[in-house]
């Protein structure tokens, strides 16, 4: 039986609807679409160049930049040429972009602009491996050795037969490294997360099934394409369901680029659903009069309708009637207002969301579906299904896949989607990945239907509201490196931003008042320590890390953390809950303020 990689799906959408539409840019304000057939033929030339560059199967690139047909055809190119791609977040420091070019091997790197290139050319004498950089088309092309523009980077491969690409394709075997997913560990730096060819065929195939997608649907891509679950509404789904994606401008023109697209299926963090309450409860609270009644009604009819469609029935008799009158005077106009016009299915996954969203949406006839995964087991363990739906809960087991708790009741998951385990480091696969089973980290528990629940994170790893995975002890030994500092804790879990709550050094900070002519006395509430302490951070701690993992707020605690006051343990690890419930007042000042 012959391999079914997403490369394979990619060759039969290309010779088999060589004219069909497979992705739009913005390009002079117009959404311009380029076919199947020319999105084959794209990869298929950036593959000879990478082969003319001297790739060869088992060798990989890195990808810096924002959402663009560029990023996915090197993506795919790599993959084709038998090697792995590494996406990079684009708010990554140049330490951090480093360690992933090193960790990866990447012999190529792909960069969007002058000021991805800034990061690496500050680090690139020290990636003795980095052969090439490539610039994204139309980004000014540095002077410096082997940088080459895209178009000139394509013009490589013109020496290479077409018959080596086929030659590659065929030697594609599903077991083989496919891609490299980089996630926050709890210490150190990011782990490689390897995923096969399988494990990406597998789950497209599936969400294509489940969902029932197909060449009438589309998406707009904007989340980052390094995370695994863009890259598989991006990527994979829409080359295995053969559906359309529009790349966003930017991030800041998301809003607009959803109105003016309206695709059928939107996948958001929790930030960007809690972005859109914000905005439309906003809007329905200048309502007044008739109008307020008639949304007040209307949301009342939503939810019920919803109620109904849930549990995979169709709403009938009057409930019916109520419907169609809601959905003429309010969901319609909310909705095409959104952007959500022709929306089939709204997905939120990557973090926890609170259940009064969805069920405010809910409201407006947006039924936004919750799922749960991680990179190590291609994104998606659990889902809540179209009909199948439970507010509060992160669904049932995805298909194929088995999901139990263990005795700590933690989620073990095992199945098609399951990672190969981390590039080099046996010592953390052995850890995650035992007899087949993904140990996830997170604590849950299933109700009476068999939907799962998430109740607490046995991984000290905090996800923010925008989905990102951040280790605080990462920027906790960081801040400690601060002298005056003795403790710091990092809050951020379901928030929008990092802050930390520090503790005072007595005899370094005796000395620094000496020094500085400061009073002893509530040191930590003095404004000149304030602001030290806040140049310390800044010069110290925050230029090490990616803006979202950066602290933008902090409160000195009057007293040290300790074995008596329940904050520490025996061998004086932190009791993070503990800690967070104690001074939780004192948090809600950081976000409020």
Known sequence: ?????????????????????????????????????????????ATRALIAMGLNPGDNVAILGFNRSEWVNLDLACMLSGGAPAGIYTTNSPTEVKYIIEHADAHVVLLEDLGQWEKVKEVRDQLPKLKYVVMMRGAPVPDAPDVFSWDDFLAQGNQVPESVIDERLDSLEMDQLATLIYTSGTTGPPKGVMLSHQNLSTTSKLAMQLLGLGPGDSVLSYLPLSHIAEQMFTIHAAITAGYQVYYAEDGLKVADNLKEVSPTMVFGVPRVWERFYAGVTKKLGESTGAKAKIAAWAQGVGRETWAVRNKGSEPSG???IKYN????????????ALGLG?????ISGAAPIQQEILEFFSGLDVCIMEVYGQSEGSGVSTANFPGSVKYGTVGRPWPDTEVKLSEEGE????????????????????????DGWLHSGDLGEFDADGYLKIIGRKKEIIITSGGKNIAPKNIEAALKDIGIVADA??????????????????????????QKGWPLGNLHEHPEMQAYMQEQIDSKVNSMFARVEQVRGFQILPENFSVEGGELTPTLKMKRNIIYKKYSETIETMYTD
């Not at 390009?27 to 057939?37: A, F, L, V």
């Not at 022709?342 to 709204?346: C, F, I, K, T, V």
């Not at 379901?494 to 005796?510: I, K, Y």
């Open 1 to 45: 039986m012959s391999a079914d990689t997403i490369l394979h799906r990619l060759h039969k959408n290309g010779r088999t609807r060589p004219s069909d539409t497979a992705y739009y840019e913005k390009i002079n304000d117009k959404w311009q679409p380029t076919s199947w057939g020319e999105y084959l033929a794209e990869v298929r030339q």
């Open 318 to 320: 009057l409930l019916a």
């Open 325 to 336: 009158l809601a959905n003429r005077l309010v969901f319609s106009k909310v909705k095409d």
């Open 342 to 346: 022709r929306l089939r299915y709204a």
């Open 411 to 434: 989620i073990i998951v095992r199945g098609p989607g399951i990672f190969m385990g981390y590039l080099k480091d046996d010592e953390a696969t052995n850890k995650d990945l035992i």
């Open 489 to 514: 804790i990092v809050v951020g879990d379901n928030r929008r931003f990092v802050t930390a709550l520090l503790t005072l050094e007595p005899d370094a900070t005796a000395v620094l008042a000496s």
